[in-house]
């Protein structure tokens, strides 16, 4: 049976051998001897710490990296919560022109010789000039020419022919459309500003403007325009318009007249639904 040339008993009687033999030599040999394993570590670790020193200036330490994903992350949440603030702000915009809209809503309700006729609205000619919007009420639903329609609070148009079971509504941004109306807005002091002016359609089909007031006079942008005029169903007066969107001074006469330009709320062409003031029997 074959052992193998080194055994630990071998091993440990070398080690009992070779410090028997260290003991009789003279210091200084025994010393030389003792620094050969120390010598052999510190030539083989030089490389190792070169190694060490290339790889760190190469690469960048960990915690470098963490930092820029760190300082990128911050900086998309930031944006985020400015967004989101922004969106706020908006929606509190919206709320407010609501609420003032609902008030209205809440004064015009108290119709006892109105029936609001809802109706859907199935037809639209696409006509800038003349636009017109075709309903699926009509005689038979006692609707008849003249007739304000609306929408919320918002004046719509006016009932200009009808059949048996549809009517044809023009609406208030036709290029013939002219009416006096109420501009209402507030004063520094809080105090609510009332004036009367006289709104014609502008070229794009789509706003209102006047050239009539002055300078000085309290039209300010985000002032609601209600209608005031006798020509249409008396029932229609007071429903809102639109908002206006310009007010500055005039480009031909900036230090005497304002340039007023007033859009409506809605996007008139596209409601989905309408209501007829229709007079009870």
Known sequence: MNRPPITAKRVLIGLTLALVILSQLPVRAATWISYLPHSFVSLI???AVLLTRASTTLRPPRDDTDEVIDDKDLKHKYAEALAYIDNLEQQIIELRNLS???TKIDQLLQLEDIQMA???VIGFNGDKENPILTINIGSDDEVRDGLAVVWGANLVGEVVSTSAKTSDVKLITAADTGFQVRFAGQSPDGSTNTLT?????G???RSFYTEAFSVDDPVNVGDL???ADDTWQSRAKGFIVGAVEVAEPHPDRPYLNKLVVVRPMMDLAHLPRVVVLVPRN
């Open 197 to 201: 002016g006289y709104l014609e359609v």
């Open 203 to 205: 070229k794009d089909g």
């Open 45 to 47: 670790s030089q490389p």
């Open 100 to 102: 003032e809209s609902l």
């Open 225 to 227: 325009v209600f209608l």
């Open 118 to 120: 809802g109706a859907s």
